[in-house]
């Protein structure tokens, strides 16, 4: 018995080589090299290119007293509120709840709920790169919102540019809340009718019943969904790059940006790399807020 355990172990073991050989090399490795960088001052040009030096923390240090990487961290924060938390987890539940055909606000359009469903379900699958294209259409000083302004004599806008923060926080919101959308409803379909007969046996309004029967019981998955949003808001790179490269000046220089022109504009590939850990920090710091928040109020 134990031989023929044995063997089975050894079998399941063996199949996981080619799994565990692909995580080392793309996640692990990566992931090792980039902490040994940030304890060094390599370049990708100049002599620390070729001969780079072991300096400890001083990029830490540097990080920790650099204006612009803070102005970033308050960007990316402003960000993540409009875009995520506000936008994507607020829309999606609002969609979510009217186009249930459970609840059947619209029971006369149930087609147009499918239909809203299914558009807001195939921008979250979308390219981002194809997405900011899309927007830089739209948004753009000749683009399609300026010819519509045109129509009623109004004067054209550089949204982008005037408007960059507002710009990015609207296309985040279009591409990503056919997600929390799809989430919510599938919460909202999980919740038992007996709960929801009861309430209206007692004379509840739809808006008690939304509000001090559904909501309640909706409250782990809007926690989980924003936990999900946040982080994944925290990492959104092509997008806002696409459509602004973080300007006009710094106004919507996020954190992944200021990242990236640090390490490959200014070709401080160390400290870019530190910069990059310190928005790891800052999104594992947002995580643990999120699950005390969750265990406390579950």
Request: a positive charge.
């Amino acid at each position: 018995m134990s031989t023929r355990m044995g063997k089975r172990l050894g079998a399941l073991a063996l199949l996981m080589v080619p799994a565990f050989l692909l995580w080392a090399i793309f996640m692990l490795g990566p992931a090792v090299w980039g902490i040994r960088l940030t304890f060094t001052n390599e370049a990708l040009t100049g002599p620390a290119a070729k001969n780079p030096q072991f300096i400890g923390l001083a990029n830490y240090r540097r990080l920790l007293g650099d204006p612009y990487f803070w102005g970033s961290v308050y960007r990316s924060f402003v960000f993540v509120l409009g875009s995520a938390i506000v936008g994507q987890a607020g829309l999606g539940l609002l969609l979510a709840v009217l186009t249930s055909e459970r609840r059947r606000i619209w029971p006369r359009v149930r087609i147009a709920g499918r239909l809203a469903t299914a558009l807001c379900w195939l921008a979250w699958v979308t390219p981002e790169t194809l997405i900011g294209w899309c927007w830089i259409s739209f948004l753009d000083y000749n683009g399609v919102l300026n010819q519509i302004l045109k129509l009623f004599g109004l004067r054209p806008v550089y949204w982008m540019v005037r408007h960059g923060m507002l710009s990015i926080i609207l296309a985040n919101i279009w591409w990503g809340t056919g997600w929390s959308m799809m989430l919510f409803k599938a919460a909202l379909e999980s919740i038992p009718r007996e709960v929801e007969e009861a309430a209206e046996v007692d004379g509840a309004s739809a808006w008690q019943k939304f509000r001090y029967v559904v909501l309640p019981l909706l409250r782990r998955p809007i926690f989980v969904n924003v936990l999900l949003i946040t982080i994944w808001t925290y990492g959104v790179f092509g997008l806002p790059f696409m459509m602004t490269g973080g300007g006009p000046g710094h106004r919507t220089e996020l954190m992944t940006i200021y990242a990236y022109k640090t390490g490959f504009k200014y070709f401080e590939i160390a400290y870019g790399t530190t910069v990059s850990i310190g928005i790891l920090f800052i999104t594992l710091f947002l995580a643990l807020v999120y699950h005390r928040l969750l265990g406390r109020r579950t």
